[in-house]
């Protein structure tokens, strides 16, 4: 199942929550599609006069009740104004868990994380301490992102990115 969008996600977003899950949620429901061609038109579909932006291609990996919840959505098709798109909706508030790459990138591909010397840091000025953090930071998203399952790609000339996730409601 496919679900395009126009705009991008912020680094921040990558940053796991308390229990080690990046994820997003739609509030409203959320149309989807069978075939990716469908959702790649509403990634790179130009409104006049917009200018190009990224687009975003939701990849969702859909299965059988778990623990978690339901992962399946409503197949619309025979009711839609528009049945070639081949719908299935979700609805309202459905989680998308982003999904970790497979396989996962070795320790040597991830961005390295500098040394937390304690000493060192209680040796540098608050400047030097806020941009030591700042620079930690960046790296700990970078490598979060590279866990991830993301691919930057082009369709018609717009840049996407494509995010594998696992639709989750209960």
């Not at 912020?10 to 229990?19: A, C, L, S, V, Y």
């Not at 508030?93 to 982003?98: D, E």
Request: with cysteine.
């Amino acid at each position: 199942l496919y679900r395009g969008l126009k705009g991008k996600l912020e680094p921040q977003f990558w940053m796991p929550d308390g229990f080690g899950i990046v994820c997003a949620t739609d509030t409203a429901f959320m149309s989807t599609s069978t075939d990716e061609a469908t959702a790649l038109f509403y990634v790179t579909k130009k409104e006049d006069g917009q200018k190009e932006r990224l687009g975003l291609l939701w990849e969702l990996q859909a299965g059988e009740e778990d623990d978690t919840g339901l992962h399946v959505g409503a197949n619309v098709e025979m009711l839609s104004q528009f049945a070639h798109e081949k719908e299935i909706l979700f609805p309202p508030l459905t989680l998308l868990r982003v999904l970790p790459r497979k396989p996962q990138p070795t320790e040597d591909q991830l961005p390295r994380l500098p040394d937390n010397n304690l000493e060192e840091l209680n040796k540098m000025d608050d400047d030097e301490k806020r941009q030591k953090t700042i620079e930690y930071a960046r790296l700990l998203v970078q490598r979060t992102m590279d866990k991830m399952q993301r691919q930057r790609l082009e369709h018609n000339g717009m840049p996407y990115v494509r995010v594998r996730v696992q639709p989750v409601y209960t």
